[in-house]
């Protein structure tokens, strides 16, 4: 088995441990009403399939327990580690500004219990939660990004424009993600299609995706194995292009325009160099 791309103290997952944390998290849940409970347990399984570089798990006891451990394991790796990881979530989420809002309140109410029950020398106090303002204005991506989509943001409403603006600064964070952590180049992330790629099956523990890359010469596939992080990297980003157009298809582009069109090469040169000079 592989690690996850965030290290998260794995070796904490034990039964006794499991138990414990799960004694916690009942105390931390009771006298709340249904609805925040089940908004507690989402934002938990939300961060873990974050930092697992997984798929969001079904909401069962087992996995809201391991879920509230995946949180007290990135707490113990100290007050830093732990901001910056909840900051890249931040920074990524596909979803809406109240649920951004909402998953970071989560996650500072859960490990100030935990600090005041001692287990964790820090909490996320220090980190204040965002502010709707301060979301729209995270994305990289400005209006002549639109532009070079092909989309005229002057007819878009406001929230389509955000939600375009969203997903371009995913596509590209994902894009630089991919290529500064694999020996992939820009090209070949160009003309990479899903069906190019295999994840592994284990839900529960992330392991290397397999990419068909061609080979110089002949052309022939050869498979080429990603490191973890660009693992991870590829598996969020498919979750916002699910969201964006549907179920992927094998012969669709894996960095598609807001058309869900291949990109032009020499869009692509332009986002690379957008992404070298920030």
């Known amino acids: 088995m592989m690690k996850p791309p965030f290290d998260w103290h794995a070796a904490l997952d034990t039964p006794q441990q499991r138990r414990r944390i799960g ?98 020398s820090c909490s996320l106090d220090a980190m204040p939660t965002p502010k709707v303002t301060e979301l729209r204005q995270r994305s ?23 939600r375009a603006l969203r997903f371009i600064a995913a596509r590209d964070a994902a894009l630089d993600e991919v290529s500064s952590h694999s020996t992939l180049k820009w090209p070949q992330l160009q003309r990479l299609r899903w069906g190019d790629i295999e994840f592994g099956e284990d839900p529960e523990f992330l392991t290397s995706a397999c990419v068909q890359v061609p080979a110089r010469g002949d052309g022939r596939p050869l498979p080429h194995h990603l ?14 292009y699910i969201r964006q157009f549907g179920l992927t298809s094998d012969d669709a582009a894996v960095f598609p325009d807001l058309h869900g069109q291949p990109m032009r090469p020499l869009g692509l040169d332009e986002i690379m160099e957008r992404l070298r000079a920030g």
Do not use: M
Request: charged share 25%; hydrophobic share 40%; with cysteine.
């Open 140 to 162: 990289s991506a400005k209006s002549e990004d639109l532009t070079r989509e092909g989309v005229d943001s002057a007819q878009l409403s406001p929230a389509t424009r955000t």
């Open 227 to 240: 490191p973890l992080r660009a693992t991870a990297a590829l598996k969020r980003w498919r979750q916002v």
């Open 23 to 120: 004694n916690l998290k009942r105390g931390w849940c009771s006298d709340r009403t249904e609805n925040t409970l089940l908004a507690r347990h989402y934002d938990l399984r939300l961060f873990a399939a974050f930092v697992l570089g997984a798929e969001l798990a079904p909401p069962t006891d087992t996995a809201h327990t391991h879920a509230a451990l995946v949180v007290l394991g990135i707490l113990r790796k100290g007050s830093a580690y732990a901001q910056s990881v909840v900051l890249q979530l931040v920074q990524t989420h596909p979803g809406r500004d109240a649920s951004v809002i909402r998953c970071v309140s989560t996650l500072r109410s859960w490990a100030r219990y935990l600090h005041a029950k001692r287990e964790v």
